[in-house]
């Protein structure tokens, strides 16, 4: 079956550190891969996304994330956090031909110390 | 535009009971979904729909009817409430199957 897997389930950080979210997914046939972000009380909002063509995508409030096809690794990055990323973070993948479902990861909870 | 809108936001339900989750787009999209999230366990798809009258089963479709008589409104259907279905609920909707979802602002459901 199907599966992504954030390595990470609970992240703490300290303002101006350097944040890397793992992101791995079994599937080995063409995808799409998402970042989403969920901030406190908030629904889900889209960081990035990879369709096709360059590897390293670069998203929304400074963050980016680079496709390693060979790894099936999606990670995301950001070089400088800031207490306002505070936030759950879900990668998601959507495997072509199969319906348009969208498969997320557990989730990576992202705690930024002021 | 508003985008995708989820009613209620808030529901208490007792064991046995049903109730429809209503989730509207005016973004014309054709792929609308529902999802729960639960902690721990990301979101989990319940049914989804690539159109008007075309509806398949998720992840976990147990327990939830779906139906997409427009395109505009996707209702899921809870038939006889369980506590298994506390949870919050996200629809969601995207121009084509493989374009990037916009998610509503969620339902979150109690079933006592």
């Not at chain 1, 979210?21 to 908030?42: A, D, E, I, K, M």
């Amino acid at each position: 079956a199907q599966s992504v897997s954030q390595h990470n389930h609970h992240v703490i950080l300290s303002e101006a550190a350097s944040l890397e979210l793992g992101c791995n997914y079994s599937y080995g046939g063409t995808v799409n891969l998402f970042w989403y972000v969920q901030y406190p009380g908030q629904h889900l909002q889209l960081l990035l996304k990879y369709f096709s063509g360059d590897p390293l995508v670069k998203g929304i409030k400074g963050f980016e994330a680079e496709f390693i096809k060979s790894k099936f690794s999606f990670n995301l990055r950001k070089p400088t956090v800031q207490w306002s990323d505070t936030a759950e973070y879900f990668c998601a993948v959507k495997p072509h031909n199969q319906g348009g479902k969208l498969i997320f990861g557990q989730g990576t909870e992202l705690s930024v110390k002021p | 535009n508003a985008g995708v809108t989820q009613t209620p936001k808030f529901q208490v339900l007792k064991t046995g009971q049903s109730m429809t989750l209503q989730c509207a787009q005016d973004m014309n999209h054709e792929y609308m979904s529902w999802y729960r999230q639960d902690p721990g366990m990301g979101l989990r798809l319940i049914h989804y729909s690539v159109g008007a009258g075309i509806t398949d089963q998720g992840e976990v479709p147990n327990g939830y009817n779906v139906s997409r008589s427009t395109t505009e409104d996707f209702p899921l259907r809870l038939l006889s409430a369980a506590p298994s279905q506390t949870s919050v609920y996200f629809c969601a909707s995207s121009y084509r199957e493989l374009h990037q979802q916009y998610f509503g602002p969620g339902t979150r459901l109690t079933v006592t």
